[in-house]
């Protein structure tokens, strides 16, 4: 059954649940199944799947009503904007903006995994063209990334799927960035600070959404991402020609290896923006009485990237067999793709007003590196890690596919094309 189909399914069956509950008391927002239908409650399966369809029903209709909201300007954003201004204006009018943002990740995602391929520890030398290519990948993504609202504006194609799929794009990113970086400086030899700079990284970024699902407005901060990519940008370039031997280096007086001073960058970074992100959520809440803008509590989405660190962590050191030192960006990856699940299911938690759960299969993976370590690794640990690997990014990819082509049909847009104008929608 395609997602297409799916999406065309839930509409009567939202619609029968609503009639069939008529008759009842109308005591709560969410529709109760009537007595005559009280056998359905017996069947777990059965009563979740018709309680999300009620829910996908409800989310839908909410976007039509979104509208973006954003403040502040970075460092390097007003310098930017002219290369950026300059490179929409070469692009066909015909090319959706959701397509260079996909292309632009794809290219990102393409010169990381070359770096992953000649550096699965992260402790090994890559070719020297290969740290040159990530800086052109991503110098491609932060390209693309930056105009396709852009080009969304320009050719009248604005919509809140536009918004939703540039997030995720970015969720996933994030985690393809981080591990560069790390593999670029040979962090996997300090594997407690590799551990730290790619998880700080995700956190940060879940920050910055949590805070505006907390106050309804993204905010940019004096650095910020087009600060940070350009400063990644620099240290593949110093990667690609100095070599392992620069990241090596000792520095004088201090006497710490060059390697050390991203990650020192990255602890500071942190501290910095989440004192941000942490005061706006702390005392911004726009919901009632201080909170979300769904309505929930201001700290409800912690236990959502609260999960996936602290799981990281215990596997990590727990280990029996060094799982994380010798298998780093499988590892990072594996929880990335869950981190990037959850990131954008708090978009769609903000973009729609809605509550964010925490029971999810994307935790799938992690429970079961957990629970294999608790039975004493009675299965390869490594194998595990893989199966994880696999199970979370088709989760991602399930999820991304389901609720771009969901929302889409709800608009009445594509996901890829711009839809041609017609004498229907002019008016």
């Given at each position: 059954m395609t997602e297409t189909t799916l999406g065309l399914l839930t509409q009567p069956i939202c619609a029968s649940l609503r009639l069939v509950t008529s008759t009842r008391s109308s005591r709560s927002r969410n529709q109760e199944i009537p007595d005559s239908l009280i056998w359905l409650k017996e069947d777990e399966y059965v009563q979740g799947i018709l309680n999300l369809l009620n829910l996908l029903s409800g989310i839908l209709h909410s976007f039509p009503l979104y509208r973006y909201s954003s403040a502040g300007r970075s460092l390097l954003e007003p310098l930017m904007q002219r290369y950026w201004e300059w490179l929409v204006g070469r692009v066909p009018a015909w090319i959706a903006p959701n397509l260079i943002t996909i292309v632009g990740l794809a290219t990102n995602v393409f010169t990381t995994l070359v770096l992953v391929y000649y550096c699965p520890t992260a402790?090994?030398?890559?070719?020297?063209?290969?740290?040159?290519?990530?800086?052109?990948?991503?110098?491609?993504?932060?390209s693309l990334d930056a105009i396709d609202g852009k080009q969304a504006r320009r050719t009248n194609s604005s919509s809140p799927l536009g918004e939703l799929f540039d997030h995720g794009c970015d969720s996933l990113s994030t985690v393809f960035v981080v591990l560069g970086t790390s593999i670029a400086v040979q962090l996997g030899t300090n594997p407690d600070w590799m551990f730290f700079c790619c998880f700080a990284g995700?956190?940060?970024?879940?920050?910055?959404?949590?805070?505006?699902?907390?106050?309804?407005?993204?905010?940019?901060g004096i650095i910020d991402v087009t600060e940070v990519q350009i400063f990644i940008i620099i240290m593949y370039l110093l990667a690609a020609v100095g070599g392992s031997a620069?990241?090596?280096?000792?520095?004088?007086?201090?006497?710490?290896?060059?390697?050390?001073?991203?990650?020192?960058?990255?602890?500071?970074?942190?501290?910095?923006?989440c004192t941000n992100y942490f005061r706006v959520i702390f005392t911004g809440g726009k919901g009632k009485n201080g909170s979300t803008i769904a309505g929930t509590s201001v700290l409800s989405p912690v236990l959502h990237?609260?999960?996936?660190?602290?799981?990281?962590?215990?596997?990590?050191?727990?280990?029996?067999?060094?799982?994380?030192?010798?298998?780093?960006?499988?590892?990072?990856?594996?929880?990335?793709?869950?981190?990037?699940?959850?990131?954008?299911?708090?978009?769609?938690?903000?973009?729609?007003?809605?509550?964010?759960?925490?029971?999810?299969?994307?935790?799938?993976?992690?429970?079961?590196?957990?629970?294999?370590?608790?039975?004493?690794?009675?299965?390869?640990?490594?194998?595990?890690?893989?199966?994880?690997?696999?199970?979370?990014?088709?989760?991602?990819?399930?999820?991304c596919v389901s609720v771009c082509n969901q929302i889409a049909s709800h608009l009445h847009i594509f996901v890829f094309r711009i839809k041609p104008l017609t004498p229907s929608t002019l008016q």
């Open positions: 402790t090994e030398q890559a070719p020297l063209w290969a740290y040159l290519l990530c800086a052109v990948g991503l110098f491609v993504y932060q995700m956190f940060m970024f879940y920050c910055a959404h949590w805070q505006t699902y907390v106050s309804g407005t993204l905010r940019f620069f990241w090596q280096s000792l520095i004088p007086v201090i006497n710490i290896q060059m390697k050390i001073v991203p990650a020192i960058c990255t602890f500071l970074g942190a501290i910095f923006s990237i609260g999960s996936v660190i602290i799981l990281a962590m215990m596997i990590y050191k727990k280990s029996a067999i060094q799982l994380f030192e010798k298998h780093p960006c499988v590892y990072i990856l594996a929880f990335g793709f869950v981190s990037a699940k959850i990131t954008n299911k708090l978009v769609v938690a903000h973009m729609t007003k809605s509550e964010m759960h925490l029971h999810d299969i994307a935790f799938l993976g992690p429970g079961l590196l957990f629970l294999d370590q608790y039975f004493n690794s009675f299965i390869d640990e490594y194998l595990v890690l893989w199966i994880a690997l696999i199970l979370s990014f088709v989760d991602l990819v399930r999820y």
